[in-house]
T-cell receptor
Framework: DAKTTQPPSMDCAEGRAANLPCNHS???????VYWYRQIHSQGPQYIIH???NNETNEMASLIITEDRKSSTLILPHATLRDTAVYYC????????????FGQGTRLTINP | GAVVSQHPSRVICKSGTSVKIECRSL??????MFWYRQFPKQSLMLMAT?????????EQGVEKDKFLINHASLTLSTLTVTSAHPEDSSFYIC??????????FGPGTRLTVL
């Protein structure tokens, strides 16, 4: 699976949009971009995933560049409960493919 | 939908005893479940892949005789830490493969070995 690079930490003001970047320059054509987050002392929570088109759900939006070498997770109106470690992972979607977690981005939402 | 539970959420045991952790997919069937371990201030590390009805596949460096995995049904996988020692104290998290091959995670089990 391709490796990802994320900033170790970010801050965002409550109510503003939080934009979390991820670089995956070695991504293969059949690899998807997945985002999970982990709130302190809990299991990771699935947020969103995509292949090449931008995706949106009730939690967030995922913007993938045209060359697929990077992506951005957008939390449109961040709340204090969005404070967590956010993981960007790339992997083949089909089959029982394991997830390899990097160090992620520690996002802190400030009041 | 796609809820995964773990039991117990927290366990304290004496050194040398064995501890069993259960992972259940509550509203979907999971032919594949995964077990992770997370030490303080570190990321999740995959320990093994559990397939229903067959032997688990362990990651390099994980002792299969120490961490026994059983996946006897499509909704239940168990991890038994045998002869636990203080260095096994960690946060153990399972996940289950659901719709569209997305993995959904349990809330985790914090194991403390005295």
């Amino acid at each position: 699976d391709a490796k990802t690079t994320q900033p170790p930490s970010m801050d965002c003001a409550e109510g503003r949009a939080a934009n979390l970047p991820c670089n995956h320059s070695t991504i293969s054509g059949n690899e998807y971009v997945y985002w999970y987050r982990q709130i302190h002392s809990q299991g990771p929570q699935y947020i969103i995933h995509g292949l090449k088109n931008n995706e949106t759900n009730e939690m967030a939006s995922l913007i993938i560049t045209e060359d697929r070498k990077s992506s951005t997770l957008i939390l449109p109106h961040a709340t204090l409960r969005d404070t967590a470690v956010y993981y960007c992972i790339v992997r083949v979607a089909q089959g029982a493919q394991k997830l390899v977690f990097g160090q992620g981005t520690r996002l802190t939402i400030n009041p | 939908g796609a809820v995964v539970s773990q039991h117990p959420s927290r366990v304290i045991c004496k050194s040398g005893t064995s501890v069993k952790i259960e992972c259940r997919s509550l509203d979907f069937q999971a032919t594949t479940m995964f077990w992770y371990r997370q030490f303080p201030k570190q990321s999740l590390m995959l320990m093994a892949t559990s397939n229903e009805g067959s032997k688990a596949t362990y990651e390099q460096g994980v002792e299969k005789d120490k961490f026994l995995i059983n996946h006897a049904s499509l909704t239940l996988s168990t991890l038994t830490v045998t002869s636990a020692h203080p260095e096994d104290s960690s946060f153990y998290i399972c996940s289950a493969r659901g719709l569209a091959d997305t993995q959904y995670f349990g809330p985790g089990t914090r194991l403390t070995v005295l």
